[in-house]
């Protein structure tokens, strides 16, 4: 989405003695991730500097030791790796692309991200930011503090959740299968691999049956697929003449008026262009 338009998403995953929670989201178009480490006891963390071979590691070290291995986990911005022993538990991450790391002390960030030199610091909770450009909400402020959302739980008000582009809930489940497609869709796109690109857009279309979050995402990121592709300049023109109809405060609103546009004139239709 774009705007500045925020989606969170939420996923807990439970991994033997740590339990992790993604929320996945997108800010102007840019997807990114949050990924949040909670622990019963508190547990450390050192963050490995970046090279030329990889964007940085963070090794996190438990005292306590699960009974069974837990399985490696791994999204677009982390891949986790637990090592487990007889006396010892640790995770490795390794960061696929920029992000940063704060420990959670005392329900409120620490302050600045951890570097290097702050090795051996504990807390129960650790908060990794995953993206591509730009950190997400980390926008000059006059207030102090960070920006991006952090889960309270004692200070949760009450929500009815994600909604569709009608109004009706959806589910978290269903939801955050919709960011992940998406964000798939983008990413192929981006590198030129277009129909990997319309296949993951195809794919969610067909899974959310038009009640996904990013229908209107989806939909213009198809557009802009079958025009550049040349292909089905008849469903290029459908799909464009509903879109302008449907999301006319949508700030992608003219770009899609200029490839309704072209598809009308590819079809010969040039009166109605």
């Known amino acids: 989405m774009r705007g500045g338009l925020l989606v969170a998403l939420f996923a807990p995953l439970p991994i033997g003695a740590l339990e992790i929670t993604q929320t996945s989201g997108l800010q102007e178009g840019e997807p990114y991730l949050l990924l949040e480490l909670t622990a019963r006891d508190r547990f450390s963390c050192e963050l490995s500097e970046a090279t030329r071979d990889s964007n940085g590691t963070l090794h996190c070290y438990f005292d ?28 490795e991450i390794e960061f696929k ?134 292909e089905s300049p008849i469903e290029l023109v459908e799909i464009a003449e509903h879109w302008v109809r449907a999301y006319t405060t949508n700030v992608d609103l003219p770009e899609m008026m200029l490839l309704h546009i072209r598809g009308l004139i590819t079809v010969g239709r040039t009166g109605d262009a």
Do not use: M
């Open 64 to 91: 306590r030791v699960p009974a069974l291995k837990p399985h490696p986990l791994s999204n677009r911005f982390f891949a986790l790796t637990p090592h487990l022993s007889e006396r010892s538990f640790s995770v």
């Open 97 to 230: 692309r920029q992000a940063r790391v704060y420990p959670l002390l005392n329900e409120t960030l620490s302050g600045e991200p951890l570097v290097p030199s702050q090795l051996g610091r504990a807390s129960n909770r650790w908060l990794l930011v995953g993206y591509t450009q730009d950190p997400p909400f980390l926008k000059a402020s006059h207030r102090p503090g960070l920006g991006f959302p952090v889960s309270l739980p004692e200070f949760v008000s009450p929500s009815v959740g994600p909604l569709d582009a009608a109004g009706s809930p959806i589910a978290d489940g269903e939801a955050l299968a919709d960011a992940n497609l998406y964000s798939q869709a983008l990413e192929a796109y981006e590198g030129g691999d277009l129909t990997e690109a319309l296949r993951v857009v195809n794919q969610a279309l067909d899974l959310s049956r038009e009640r996904s979050l990013f229908l209107p995402e989806l939909l213009a990121l198809k557009l802009r697929i079958l025009d550049e592709t040349g």
